[in-house]
């Protein structure tokens, strides 16, 4: 299993490094975050039209570039890099791979091309309240002539509010399934949730007697597992680039910072931070790019290895995003510098997909401890 990227992946990581400091500075991005609506439009469509963006992971017969799970995750460490508002998250890595991983031919073809040339933003709701419900959800699933309706609630869905299409997980007879659930469908009621992260909007979702198709096999936990450690390999990708976005920042002040008539990354205790945030960097993006290739390879592995990276590449860039803070002085902890922005995704990305704790818990089960 390659753990380097290809001449092409990194070609591809350089492109959207020009693209995303042209057209998302960090002033742009704390507007959009700000604003409450994500990112501009008009960048949205430059990303699916001119860079393939929202296709990359999707295959060609669908509209997309037919890559997978690795240029993914390339493009999301880019994306962390810069704490990128927006519904690419929700759309791409949650409910296109999960549509792709269900190999259901109707549900692809009536979705993917969408979202592959950005007209359709999507999400998959997951929580009930602490982390993925998969084996007991409460939202149920009732037959209703040829489809389903569903009742209960969801928690923590991204862009829950404004995604055209939801995939929700629900219990159904032959036991825990995926259903789609279209913007407009009756007994639907979106709400918006204050959350600490301003740049990832999420949402309550209540559903009651909501209309719903069910997508991929019928109580198949298994497949459910599939798309989880699929979101948790991508959100750990995003995170290496948060991370590596906070040590970027913080070397960069190091040498333009002057206290006592020296720079302070000249300073022991400084080099030291910045020395330990670059272990935790690269050993995280092991971490990552390992999940995010057994899910490319389809191997066995993709359980430990995205435990395994959900719980290293959370607490690296929360770590990272703290000695920023402390790095950066006093300056650090106000609003009107950026580093805060780091410290809330960092956060707000460690009770996503489940906690490091929980991640750890399965990896153990896993490994059989």
């Excluded at 929202?54 to 799970?69: L, N, V």
């Excluded at 592959?116 to 933003?121: F, K, N």
């Excluded at 149920?140 to 609630?153: H, K, Q």
């Excluded at 299409?165 to 659930?181: D, K, N, R, T, Y």
């Amino acid at each position: 299993m390659p753990l380097t990227l290809t001449d092409e992946q990194q070609e591809l990581a350089t492109s959207l490094r020009r693209f995303l400091a042209d057209k998302a500075p960090r002033d742009t991005v704390r507007a959009w975050a700000e604003a409450g609506e994500g990112i501009d439009p008009a960048v949205w469509r430059q990303m699916a039209g001119q860079l393939g963006l929202q296709g990359i992971a999707i295959p060609e017969e669908y509209g997309g570039s037919g890559f997978g799970p690795v240029e993914l995750g390339v493009v999301l460490e880019e994306m962390g890099r810069v704490v990128l508002p927006g519904p690419f998250f929700g759309t791409v890595a949650l409910a296109g791979q999960a549509l792709v991983a269900s190999a259901d031919t109707d549900a692809m073809q009536r979705w993917l091309p969408g979202i592959a040339d950005g007209t359709l933003t999507a999400t998959v709701a997951l929580s009930e309240g602490d982390g993925p419900a998969l084996l007991e959800p409460a939202t149920t699933a009732t037959p209703s002539g040829d489809g389903w309706t569903l009742s209960g609630r969801k928690k923590l869905v991204v862009d829950g509010d404004t995604a055209a299409l939801l995939l929700v997980v629900a219990a159904a007879p032959e036991g825990p399934s995926l259903f789609a659930v279209e913007a407009g469908a009756t007994g639907l009621t979106r709400r918006r949730q204050d959350a600490l992260d301003i740049t990832r909007i999420v949402a309550a979702v209540e559903l009651d007697g909501t209309p719903a198709v069910r997508i991929g096999p019928a109580g198949d936990a298994a497949f459910l597992r599939r798309v989880v450690d699929l979101a948790v390999a991508a959100l750990a990708a995003e995170q290496v680039g948060g991370a590596s976005g906070c040590l970027a920042e913080s070397v960069e002040y190091g040498k333009t910072r002057v206290q006592f008539g020296r720079p302070i990354g000249s300073f022991q205790a400084i080099k030291h931070k910045c020395a330990d945030m670059l272990l935790e960097v690269e050993a995280a993006r092991s971490a990552a790019l390992h999940a995010i290739s057994a899910a490319d390879e389809a191997l066995d592995e993709l359980a430990v290895s995205a435990a395994v990276a959900g719980s290293y590449c959370a607490a690296a860039y929360t770590h990272a995003a703290k000695e920023n803070i402390q790095i950066h002085g006093g300056i650090g902890f106000t609003w009107e510098h950026d580093a805060h922005l780091h410290l809330k995704r960092a956060k707000s990305g460690e009770r996503l997909l489940g906690s490091p704790v929980a991640h750890r818990a399965r990896l153990a089960a896993l490994v059989g401890i």
